[in-house]
């Protein structure tokens, strides 16, 4: 006696791919985003000096249109957003928070302080019609006693401190979010 058995070939799906894409819209970003911070024009993205507590260029790989990273650099820090009451919160592979120190520098820190609360949105103004999504995000906090903290890659790092008394926050180049590929 023997048994026949029947075997049906399925169609394997594609797996989805994963990408870094670049975020222009700031009001969809989501709580549990995973977040790198870059520069697409110097081809770089943020690392972190401990030692200086400041924000290094680690060079990445970019798409000719500069709207995803197709080579993440060694040492990047990917920041988990958080959402919460008291504002946005940077959360690094570590547990530490994405931080603005009163020496207006940017560090990362487990402290539960009120400088790790940040409002990320666009530098354009609506009301004047200034600036464009191509200028980047403003990763502004709420601590108003602290200076303002400019992108400033000729220098070799991503944070500058400048004293401001109007205005506190710390204008960074692009987000780009982990998202998957159409």
């Known amino acids: 006696m023997s048994a026949v ?34 520069s697409p024009e110097h081809g770089v993205t943020a690392s972190l000096d401990t030692l200086h507590s400041k924000l290094n260029p680690v060079e990445s790989t970019f798409s000719s249109d500069k709207k995803t990273i197709t080579s993440l650099g060694e040492g990047s820090i990917e920041f988990v957003l958080g959402l919460e009451d008291k504002g946005m919160t940077l959360e690094a ?27 990320i ?3 354009i103004d609506t009301e004047v019609g200034t600036g464009s999504i191509d200028d980047g995000a403003v990763i502004e906090n709420n601590v ?14 991503f944070s500058t401190y400048v004293d ?4 506190k926050y710390m204008a960074l180049p ?5 998202q998957e590929l159409n």
């Open 174 to 178: 692009f987000l780009y979010r982990l």
């Open 5 to 38: 058995c029947y075997v049906t070939v399925m169609e394997e799906l594609p797996t989805k791919q994963k990408g870094w894409v670049r975020v222009d819209d700031y009001d969809s970003l989501n709580d549990g985003d995973i977040l790198v911070m870059a």
């Open 144 to 157: 108003e006693s602290l200076g303002y903290i400019m992108f400033n890659i000729t220098l070799g790092y």
């Open 121 to 123: 949105h666009s530098n």
């Open 164 to 167: 401001n008394s109007i205005s």
């Open 93 to 119: 592979q570590t547990g530490e928070y994405l931080v603005c120190t009163h020496q207006g520098k940017v560090k990362l820190d487990a402290s539960s302080k009120a400088n790790k609360y940040w409002d």
